[in-house]
């Protein structure tokens, strides 16, 4: 772990109990004079760099030492819109196009979107955080979310479409919005509203899963 999301992080004196004492001393058995990194969730630009002064059975009281802004993010920063599928799939690559470094996804209640699925932001925000102190991100990943691919066009104009194609996905193409169809691919009426747009494939003569296809675009613009 890199550090750890505290919203006491920032303060003179840091007290740690339940979980991440027992992470902390029980797990990684930090002892007394070992230095440990949190961040703020509120600040996480600012990294907070801790000393144990004391451990006791059921909680630890650490010294700050410094704090400095240190942020971690990738440089280019893609933009995922995603037509909505099961949440549970999003959850399961969430923390993978973290680590890659995906700036936002933009969830887009597509045509063929179940409509019962609905995002759970603040769970998902969980797991970001989680992911976070693992890979060292300090910039956390935005949402949006759309009811229709007609009102998400409006707002976003320079998009690229991964879909059925003749024209593969260059590497050397490093586009800031690209657009995922949900499992079924795009209707007939959102292949109009796409016409205009580039569209692009990947390599392979497999079909991919749509959570495939978010972790295919993530590597290939990003890694």
Known sequence: MVF???????KEKLRLKKEEFKYLIKVRRHQVGDEVAFRNPCESHILHTYKIEAIFPREAHLQLLSSKEYVVQHTHLLTLAWCVID??????VLP?????GVAKIVFIYCDRSQKNFKIDQKRLHRLLEASMQQCGRSVFMEFESYPN????????????????????LD???????VLLGCEGGFS???????????VRRFNTPMILRSESAAVGVAAKILL
């Open 149 to 168: 691919l007609e009102s998400f066009l409006k707002d976003y104009k320079d998009v690229v479409v991964l879909d059925f194609t003749t024209t593969p």
């Open 96 to 100: 993978t196009l973290n680590e890659m």
């Open 188 to 198: 007939k009426e959102e292949k109009e509203l796409l016409a205009h747009y580039k």
């Open 171 to 177: 590497t050397k193409e490093r586009p800031k919005t």
């Open 4 to 10: 750890i999301f505290d919203e006491d992080a920032g």
């Open 87 to 92: 949440p549970k799939s999003i959850e399961k």
